[in-house]
């Protein structure tokens, strides 16, 4: 069963960074961020597929958000740079087996295994 967890969410001033670590339990291929505020649809910002090393960006967050792998496949960082008051949300990391192709896609209807979501609130 995949399982991912993830860490680091909290509360930081316009301008500043946070890294969020997720950590997935079983085998996946494409572990992808997503956030979601009250009102709005949880919307795909990064996906990173392991094999290969490739990654993807929502427009809303290329240049600032950065996604990486650690030494091991299943622990995946977004570390985001210059945040905005936009960027407050709930965050979750997603782990599913889909082709890059379906993984750059970030779409939330993908067969993803889902973590309980952090917190990222950013203050102005």
């Known amino acids: 069963q995949v399982q991912p967890v993830e860490t680091g969410g909290g509360s930081v001033q316009v301008g500043g960074s946070l890294n969020l670590t997720c950590t997935v339990t079983g085998f996946a291929n494409c572990i992808t961020w997503f956030r979601q505020t009250p009102g709005k649809g949880r919307e795909g910002v990064a996906s990173r597929y392991p094999t290969g090393g490739y990654a993807s960006y929502a427009d809303s967050v290329k240049g600032r958000f950065t996604v990486s792998q650690g030494d091991s496949r299943n622990t995946v960082y977004l570390q985001m740079n210059d945040l905005r008051p936009e960027d407050t949300a709930m965050y979750y990391c997603?782990?599913?087996?889909?082709?890059?192709?379906?993984?750059?896609?970030?779409?939330?209807?993908?067969?993803?295994?889902w973590g309980q979501g952090t917190q990222v609130t950013v203050s102005s």
């Open positions: 997603a782990a599913a087996q889909l082709s890059w192709v379906r993984c750059s896609g970030r779409r939330k209807e993908e067969q993803y295994s």
